[in-house]
């Protein structure tokens, strides 16, 4: 760390952006009023919408949103004026110091350096901030929003927030930097923090043929989820969400460690289908960390999300925006890795784990137009009038597969989903397909209520009917 001197405190390893130099890249006015951490943003933003091809002041400024989540705020910057406050008085207090500590501040400059008077938000819950700030942008674009900039950014490497991340005594106090972040093994003690972070423009597929968008890395769908804090006894479960008998549905909780079983057992995913990545997951699962496998309940996986992979760092609420970037580049680009791969891969899962139990998973998938054999922007031909059980089972079987025992050519049509094996990341990629194939958007409400082939089949076939009409 070369921040500050840490050698007085227990944990002195961090990951620092090294050669940034803001002077460089913001106008001069911006620079004391702002953090480290807004200057990062900033920078990030200007760059993430040169790389979309956008320019903010050219659209509707109404159009536009910008959505954050941080893990701190500007600490440096507060613990500046709080140490002249304290040394020399009041009058030596920056006026900047209204603002430029809040955790939002981020969301603010964005919006007001690019003139994006659309929906604007920060998210704060903690390391799961940066995919459910970006499920937070999903949704206004599904109310209408054209264009939101979204992501999360980080930088807290200095004295006062130090002290802040050693009160949570999570912080790896090996000064070796080979061992002092070991996820998955027995010898794991703790994370090492870092900075930086990642903002992405999100957009509807008709707005980016609109504009006639020349980078498209990907889309994909989002998952939320709030457990028990971590070593907090669950609550009893309420009346009428218990687990029943053989046959009757399970609701709850309890509904879903049946089909996380399932999937340990045997992944759906096979090589020969576009899912080559299930050896690299199910090896990561065999690993197990023990200091922190039982922190949590066991969902999305069935162990703690943001844990499946391992990176350099721990950059705090940053962490899952940046891990999205580097999944969508792994699909565009596809470099090189050590492991044999029998397939490139096309879909990848982003987890991550807030502390206090915020959950969220993230699939997203190569806007490829070869592989997915139609352009993800020119707008399907819907030759069939309707969607029907054969259509849904082509769906499934290209989406998620089956499992043995399962018969789709069956009387399925009232049989749940769950029963049939299809978990909600399955359901939420074959809603996926459905959508590009046939070029509509499904109400999200009422897809988490088709738990039933029938109804899944009348939601599409509602959506058809009034997107002909339209």
Not at 394 to 416: M, R
Request: charged letters at 25%.
């Amino acid at each position: 760390m070369t921040r500050f001197d840490a050698s007085g405190y227990p944990a002195r390893l961090a990951g620092e952006i090294s050669g940034f130099d803001a002077a460089e890249h913001l106008p001069s006015r911006l620079l004391p009023q702002t953090d480290r951490m807004t200057r990062l943003a900033l920078v990030g933003a200007d760059w993430a919408f040169a790389d979309a091809g956008v320019v903010p002041a050219e659209l509707p400024e109404y159009d536009v949103g910008v959505i954050t989540a941080s893990h701190s705020g500007g600490f440096e910057f507060g613990q500046n004026e709080l140490r002249a406050l304290w040394s020399k008085g009041g009058q030596y207090v920056s006026a900047y110091q209204s603002f430029a500590w809040f955790y939002a501040v981020n969301s603010g400059q964005i919006s007001i350096r690019s003139g994006l008077r659309g929906p604007s938000s920060v998210v704060v819950s903690d390391q799961a901030g940066g995919l459910d700030a970006l499920a937070q942008a999903r949704r206004q674009i599904r109310k209408g929003t054209r264009m939101l900039i979204s992501g999360a950014v980080d930088a807290s490497i200095c004295p006062w927030g130090w002290v802040a991340q050693l009160a949570g005594g999570r912080l790896s106090t090996d000064d070796d930097p080979d061992r002092a972040y070991l996820p998955f093994d027995e010898r794991a003690a703790g994370h090492v923090p870092g900075e930086g972070g990642a903002l992405l423009v999100l957009e509807s597929a008709e707005h980016a043929r609109e504009r006639g968008a020349a980078h498209v890395y990907g889309d994909r769908g989002l998952r939320r989820h709030h457990g028990p804090a971590p070593r907090q006894r669950p609550r009893p479960r309420p009346a009428g969400r218990r687990r029943t008998g053989p046959g009757r549905r399970r609701t709850g909780p309890g509904r879903h460690r049946r089909g996380v079983r399932r999937r340990r057992r045997r992944p759906r995913a096979r090589p020969d289908r576009g899912g080559g990545d299930h050896q690299g997951l199910r090896g990561a699962r065999r690993a197990g960390d023990r200091a922190e496998d039982h922190d949590g309940p066991p969902v999305l996986g069935g162990r703690p999300a943001g844990r499946g992979r391992r990176p350099a760092l721990h950059p705090g609420r940053r962490r899952p925006a940046h891990a999205r970037v580097r999944a969508l580049a792994r699909l565009r680009h596809r470099p090189g890795d050590r492991r044999p791969r029998p397939a490139a891969p096309r879909t990848a899962l982003v987890l991550a784990r807030g502390h206090g139990g915020f959950n969220s998973a993230l699939v997203v998938r190569a806007a490829d137009a070869a592989a997915r054999g139609t352009s993800p922007y020119e707008r399907p031909d819907m030759s069939a009038d309707t969607f029907t059980l054969n259509d849904l089972r082509t769906v499934l079987l290209e989406a998620a597969g089956t499992d043995e025992e399962v018969d789709l050519d069956g009387d399925i049509l009232d049989t749940g989903f769950e029963e049939l094996g299809y978990e909600s990341l399955a359901l939420l990629e074959t809603a996926g397909r459905v959508e590009r194939t046939y070029g509509i958007t499904l109400d999200e409400e009422a897809l988490a209520d088709a738990s039933t082939p029938r109804l899944l089949i009348a939601l599409v076939n509602t959506h058809l009917t009034a997107a002909r009409t339209a």
